[in-house]
C-alpha cells in the first residue's frame, strides 16, 4: 500500500493574527422584552437599530457582533466611538420628545487589544464593554475611568462615578456614566456639531504591504517571528503609513511585481527570506516600488545559528530606521510631480511636516500655508491633525507665536481628531498634555502606554 503523503508531514503554521489596539462600542435596548409583543413597539424598535447601524457606519465604525436588539462595533479611535455614542443618544432622545415611553439605550465604550481577524480570542477589551453597557444608565453612557481620563480633554462632557453592586467587582472608583442629559448637552453644543460625510474618503497614506519572508533549511519559524517584528516596529507610524500584511497563499515566488501592481493597491512591498548556511543564519530584505519595481532599499543580516534572537532584533531595528525616511521620501517625490490641485490633505500634511522638521523661520510659515490648505481639502486626514497640532506646539516652544493661547486653542482642537490607537500619535498628545494642560500625571502615563506598545 502506497504511504500517504501526508503521513509524517507537518501541518504548515497557521499566520499569526495580528494584535492591533481597537475601540469597542456596545449597545443595547433598554428593557426590551417588555415591549417586545407590541407590534407597534417592534417596528419602532427595528427602526431605532437601523438608525444604530447607520450612526456606526457614519462615524467610520465596523459592526462586528449584532443579535436582535444589541451590537458591538469596533472603531480605529476611541473618540470617534465616544462622539458616536454621544451623537446617537442625543438624536434619538430629540426623535423622543413627543412620545410617553422612549425607548432607550444603555451603551459603552472601551478600548483594548484585540487579535485582527479573530475576535473571539482574546475578548478582555469586549467583555468589559459589554458589562459596562449593562450598568451604563438607560440613554447614557459607560466607559472606565482610565479611558475618561484619556479623552476628558478632547470630549469635553459632565461625567458620574458609576455606584453600582452589580457586577461585585465594578467599584465606583473603576468606571464613570454620561447621563442621558448630558449626551443632549454636548451634541447641542456649537463646537461639537457635526455634519457627517456623506461618502468615505479614499486611504492616501503611502501603501505598505509586508509580504511573508521566504525560508530555506527549515528557517520558517525564524522568517515568520521576523515578519512579526516589522510589521509590529512600523505598526507606530499609522499616521503616515498603511501598513497591511499579504497572505503567503497570494504570493508566488519569486516575487512578480507586474502580477502584484494588478492584484494590490499597496505603492510599496517589503519582502525577504532567511536561510541557513553551514554555521550561519541569513536575512536578506527588500524593499520595492510597485509601479515601477523600483528597488529602494536592501540589506543583508548575518548572525551564527545560535544568535537567532540577536539577528531578529538587529533587523527589524534597522528595518524600523530606514523604511521610513525612505518612504516618506519618496512620496515628497511623488507629490512633487502632481499637479497642485490634485494634491490631497494627506500629501499637503506630509510637505508640511517635511517643512516644520527644518529649523527655518520661512519653511516653517510656509508649512502653516500648507495645513490651512489641508483642512479645506476633501476629507483630512490623521496626518493633517497630527502636522497641525505639531506646528501650532513648535510655534509656542520657539518663540514664534503672536499669540501662544490662541496656538494653544488650535493645538487641543487638533489633536481632538488624532488617532489614539498611534504609539506617534500618542507620544504627541502625551506632550501636549504636559506642555498646555499640565497634567504631568497623565503624560507619564500616556507615556508609559506608548512603551508598552
Known sequence: MAESPLRGSQRPAEPRPERRLAAILAADIDLYPITVHDDEAHRRVTQEMNWLREAVIQASGTIFTFAGVGLMAEFTSATEALKCALRFQANLARRKTDETEPTRFRMAVNAGEI????????????????????????????LPVALHDQLRHVVSVPVTPLDQRDPPDMTQAFAVSISAEACLLWADHPATRKRAPSRPIADSRASLAVIPFGADGGREQLAAAVADDVVHALGGLTTWLAVTRTQAAKIRTPIDLHRLRQTSSARYIL?????AEREMLRLTVELNEVETGRVLWSDRFDRLLDAQAALREDAATRIACAIPSLVFQRELDRSALARPDTLTAHDLALRAFSAIMLPERDAFAAAGGLLRQAEQRAGPHGSTWFAATWWHLMAISQGWSADPAADAREAIEGAARMDRNDPVTMALLAYLQSAVHRDHELASAMLDRVIDT
Open 115 to 142: 487579535l485582527a481577524g479573530n475576535r473571539h480570542i482574546g475578548r478582555a477589551a469586549m467583555n468589559l464593554a459589554a458589562r459596562l453597557e449593562r450598568i451604563a444608565p438607560p440613554g447614557g453612557i459607560a
Open 271 to 275: 519582502h525577504g527570506s532567511a536561510e
